[in-house]
């Protein structure tokens, strides 16, 4: 048999998703074929400070894995391919693979993907490119544009502009849409700093809760839609699982309803749709993957509308919830690959990426 890979694991992050990362992460170490992989843990404070953990995995969801942790780094030396503990900086630990099991901005948006890269060790899911184009949801939207996919309308808002001229802003999105509107900073994740705005004092709300959380704004038309989402998985040729249908407990899902809310979010696996419009959806799905540009896997996510049954793409999450009962794992389940089977394939597909960048 082949020698085991280092397999690095990247936990927690800077951002609102931090403990969604804990909760994924902790799938994938508990379900990850220890035959074939070596693992190491690294976790990355809220602060961002990156540190090496070898302790009882149940404590990296409850947070205290950070008290029994040690500083490390990961060089940007591409003769290395590993990380050291700074406390004996000559002990390098070889690493084959990363795997980023972290969400949202500083984690999916292709900053550690841009580290990873400079260090030059291979790692899984998108690269900088697609992972930052995907997270950025006003720049996403003219990728898809350009590709002919299809979407809602929206509107571009920029946080200045509120300062300036809010009445302009507010007349600009009436004269657009009518109400209610969605109101998202362009860069999160997690529905966090999202607004479904019925009236001009909710939006006026709205925005400036986005404003919070990035400079940029996206402003959309409500689609009443079913939410349907397919997980996507490969590099060159990539395949699109079958289809899931969430059925959210609150009036959208919400950050409340995708986590607080014990499950009362529905998943239904496969979504019950007809086989033609099934198919429809996943080849926009693998149209809006190749779009973007994103390799590894990627979950794409649409509204169908309840009443004319109209597609439209909402959004790809370069690295969706991985936990055993999220989406993308239960989808490839679902479509025939097991959640172990498929880290196996995510880590094939990084090192051919790497193979092939070389
Ligand atoms: N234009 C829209 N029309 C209807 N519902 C929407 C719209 N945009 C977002 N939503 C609702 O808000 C949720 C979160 O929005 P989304 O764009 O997916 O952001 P995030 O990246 O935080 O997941 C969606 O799952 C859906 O329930
Ligand atoms: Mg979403």
Redesign the pocket.
């Given at each position: 048999m082949a020698r085991r890979l280092n397999v690095a694991i990247l936990f927690g992050g800077q951002s609102g998703e931090h403990e969604v990362s804990l909760e994924s992460a902790t799938s994938v170490i508990n379900n990850i074929d220890l035959e074939r992989y070596n693992l190491y843990l690294i976790g990355i404070t809220k602060s961002g400070q990156w540190r090496y953990y070898d302790g009882d995995v149940s404590k990296i969801v409850t947070g205290e894995w950070e008290k029994e942790s040690k500083p490390a780094v990961f060089p940007g030396d591409p003769s290395y391919r590993g990380f050291f503990l700074t406390e004996d900086p000559s002990k390098i630990y070889p690493i084959d693979v990363v795997f980023p099991v972290m969400h949202g901005p500083h984690a999916e948006d292709g900053t550690i993907q841009g580290l990873l890269e400079l260090a030059n060790i291979p790692y899984v899911g998108c690269g900088v490119l697609a992972s930052s184009t995907a997270m950025d949801?006003a720049i996403a939207k003219v990728i898809f544009a350009a590709h002919g996919l299809p979407q809602?309308d929206?509107m571009v808002v920029l946080k200045h502009s509120l300062k300036e001229d809010l009445d302009e802003v507010l007349e600009e999105i009436e004269h657009k849409f009518t109400y209610p509107?969605?109101v998202?900073p362009a860069n999160?994740?997690?529905?966090?700093g999202?607004t479904?705005a019925h009236n001009r004092d909710e939006l006026v709300e709205g925005l400036k809760k986005a404003a919070k959380y990035d400079r940029k704004i996206v402003v959309?038309?409500?689609?009443?839609?079913r939410?349907i989402e397919c997980a996507v998985l490969g590099n060159n040729d990539p395949k699109a699982s079958i289809l899931g249908e969430?059925i959210?407990s609150n009036e959208?899902?919400?950050y409340h309803?995708?986590y607080r809310d014990g499950g009362k979010s529905r998943l239904l696996i496969p979504a019950p749709i007809s086989d033609s419009k099934s198919k429809e959806i996943q080849e926009i799905a693998i149209k809006a993957y190749k779009a973007l540009d994103c390799s590894g896997l990627a979950r794409v996510?649409f509204?169908v509308d309840k009443e004319n049954e109209k597609v439209?793409l909402?959004?790809v999450?370069t690295m969706p919830g991985f936990t055993q009962i999220s989406m993308y794992p239960k989808l490839w389940e679902a479509t025939g690959i097991p959640y172990s089977k498929l880290i196996d394939c995510l880590i094939e597909l990084a090192q051919e990426r790497f193979k092939e960048k070389q």
């Open positions: 949801k809602g929206y509107v969605f998202k999160m994740g997690s529905s966090v999202i479904k959309e038309e409500y689609i009443n839609g939410e969430i959210p959208f899902y919400d309803a995708k996510d509204f439209y909402n959004e999450n």
